[in-house]
């Protein structure tokens, strides 16, 4: 082959390289907890390619108990955040522009677990006790289901005396409060391996309160959101997303394992990984990514018909979320 004409399709296939390597529009996603199984559908999306695929650099950047999502969002440290919609639309009514842009969870897996020699049976029971919750934005629900039980948190008599519990089950195992929060895929499960039996204890779970809210969406600036640009990218986002999450629904052992080769910490242990992500699937277990106006509509009724010392929303919500990103998608 003659040298010159060598050396051009060399240059133009390293051009043709750098232009599809430049194409890759660059995504910055903050997760609201640490690498786990709750998020196993965007480190999927990112290890099978489902992200390059849609012409995206994706980094996911891990959370942790001193990281709050909305804050990092509106410090321009990620494009868009795993949050809890109360903690969003509380966000949002303080001044964070967040907006709901997709839903992969369907539904809540929050919890509240009780040891059953404490003589709880029933939420009529909680009046006197000490139960443990977390705060940092995940108090909302909680708070919400104790007005509507009329039970003060402040710990007057006829109230419940709230401890602010650790990301851990320790209270509960030190027997520091008869009733902890748990997430139905992750610290119920770390209760039972500390070797108290299913059998022993009594369980409540925020759906059956009928104070459940919406958990793990996908939010993002409401200022960013008004560029198309934006728009388009968020919907090749949230498109490979899901088709990670469907992946993992279908193949929940090696999602597990793909989940533990991004801990970088060691932490996380397969046995704990592939049962949380059975879990998980169950949650997320017939979204398509879109948000359900229902599910919207009954969060915030929950929110604010709860009232209480410290209500979470004042105020109707405006404009808190959008369809415009699942449209671009094309997600019905």
Known sequence: ??????AVGIAAFGLTAATAAGAQEK??????????AQFAGYYVAKDKGFYKEAGLDVT???????????QVLAGGGADVIVEWMPAALAAREKGVPLVNIAQPFKRSGMMLTCRKDSGI???????????????????????????????????SAGGVKVIKQGFNVDPILQKQAECISTMTYNEYWQVIDAGIKADDLVTFKYADQGVATMEDGLYASEEKLKDPKFVERMGKFVKASM?????ARANPTEAAKIVLDNDTTGAQTEKHQVRMMGEINKLTDGSTGKLAEADYAQTVKTLLTAGGEAPVIT???KGAWTAAVTDAAGIK
Do not use: H
């Open 1 to 6: 082959m003659n040298r010159t004409l060598l």
């Open 27 to 36: 995504v910055t996603l903050q997760l609201k907890w640490v690498t786990q």
């Open 60 to 70: 996911v950047k891990p959370g942790g108990p001193d990281i709050a999502p909305p």
């Open 121 to 155: 049976k029933s939420s009529a029971d909680f009046k006197g006790k000490t139960l443990g919750v977390w705060f940092f934005g995940n108090e909302y629900p909680f708070m919400a289901w104790m007005s509507r039980l009329g039970i003060k948190t402040d710990g």
């Open 243 to 247: 088709k990670g999450w469907d992946w």
């Open 315 to 317: 105020k109707e919500p």
